[in-house]
């Protein structure tokens, strides 16, 4: 097995400005390093399968779950069960990266639902 960075990992590009990189990648499991500019978001949505646990390396992170908003800081994680509606943003100046590792792995397995407003 050899050892996996940004440099060596897969690579691709989301919502225009956003990058991900594939760490690991198997049948049960997903870790993912990603970069989320200032002012950029997914678009919210749940899993039917997939647990997710995000942790935050740079930046903060403002992560919406069924409504309610946490701040995550470097050094702090979230973990989100299958079928909960959520959405990752960079609502900070810095650049925003993190590791999201999922079991079993989320793509293909998303669905996109209404984005909501929800005041911190």
């Known amino acids: 097995m050899p050892i996996v960075s940004v440099k060596n990992a897969d690579h691709y590009v989301w919502a225009?400005?956003?990058e991900g990189w594939h760490l690991a990648a198997s049948k049960n499991l997903s870790v993912i390093q990603e970069r989320v500019p200032k002012g950029s978001c997914e678009t919210r949505h749940f899993h039917k399968k997939a647990e997710q646990f995000f942790y935050v390396l740079s930046g903060i992170a403002t992560l919406e779950v069924a409504g309610e908003i946490h701040i995550l800081h470097p050094h702090e994680g979230f973990h989100i069960p299958a079928g909960i509606a959520h959405t990752l943003s960079?609502?900070?100046e810095k650049d925003l990266e993190f590791l999201v590792v999922s079991t079993p792995p989320s793509h293909g397995d998303r669905e996109n639902v209404?984005?909501?407003?929800?005041?911190?």
């Open 16 to 18: 225009t400005n956003c």
């Open 90 to 92: 960079n609502e900070h």
């Open 114 to 120: 209404p984005q909501i407003r929800v005041e911190p």
